[in-house]
T-cell receptor, first 116, second 115 residues
Framework: DTGVSQDPRHKITKRGQNVTFRCDPISEHNRLYWYRQTLGQGPEFLTYFQNEAQLEKSRLLSDRFSAERPKGSFSTLEIQRTEQGDSAMYLC??????????????FGSGTRLTVV | AQTVTQSQPEMSVQEAETVTLSCTYDTSESNYYLFWYKQPPSRQMILVIRQEAYKQQNATENRFSVNFQKAAKSFSLKISDSQLGDTAMYFCAFRVNFGNEKLTFGTGTRLTIIP
């Protein structure tokens, strides 16, 4: 297990198209997080899963965004009808339950989305 | 709600020198964690150092140390004997010690180590 993997690394799409990103967390990590990072800003929380359950969604996550984590393993983040304002780096991170370990998150390398 | 402020957008320092990055935060919680993350150009974010709010002793990891002032809500990062590989964006982050443990990040400091 080499860490958190995200695919694709880069995505260029036309406005109005749908895109889907994938995240494969560290296998024993039961928590998975999605963040969005725009240029010159720190990452902002979007949503998180504990196993397969999506437990919180940020107000940043509009109705055009949906995330899933079937079977509590990999996760997908879909953006429908993309807008130019969706252009950002989408980061995935995973962690153990803090009751087990407090070593914090492991981040993936991110998916950079450009909407043209 | 928690906020994290990093007031230094960019810093540069000569190789082998010491540099301190500033971070302040605002919270009404008493039980929380603070972190410094490093994000090298086009590479993933990695954890540099973490501090539990209930610990008075400042955390240290090799050349990296923090100055945690709980009453002042200040959490600065000191990098000693800076190396070219320290060139990166550095983010200060906060999370409470309950609930979903989501991180709240500052806007970052771009640090450049000059050879």
């Amino acid at each position: 297990d080499t860490g958190v993997s995200q695919d694709p690394r880069h995505k260029i799409t036309k406005r109005g198209q749908n895109v889907t990103f994938r995240c494969d967390p560290i296998s024993e990590h039961n928590r998975l997080y999605w963040y969005r990072q725009t240029l010159g800003q720190g990452p902002e929380f979007l949503t998180y899963f504990q196993n397969e359950a999506q437990l919180e969604k940020s107000r940043l996550l509009s109705d055009r965004f949906s995330a899933e984590r079937p079977k509590g393993s990999f996760s997908t983040l879909e953006i429908q009808r993309t807008e130019q304002g969706d252009s950002a780096m989408y980061l995935c991170a995973s962690s153990l339950d803090p009751g087990i370990s407090n070593y914090g998150y492991t981040f993936g390398s991110g998916t950079r989305l450009t909407v043209v | 709600a928690q906020t994290v402020t990093q007031s230094q957008p960019e810093m540069s320092v000569q190789e082998a020198e010491t540099v301190t990055l500033s971070c302040t935060y605002d919270t009404s919680e008493s039980n929380y964690y603070l972190f410094w993350y490093k994000q090298p150009p086009s590479r993933q974010m990695i954890l540099v150092i973490r501090q539990e709010a209930y610990k008075q002793q400042n955390a240290t990891e090799n050349r990296f140390s923090v100055n945690f002032q709980k009453a002042a809500k200040s959490f600065s990062l000191k990098i000693s004997d800076s190396q070219l590989g320290d060139t990166a964006m550095y983010f200060c982050a906060f999370r409470v010690n309950f609930g979903n443990e989501k991180l709240t990040f500052g806007t970052g400091t771009r640090l450049t180590i000059i050879p």
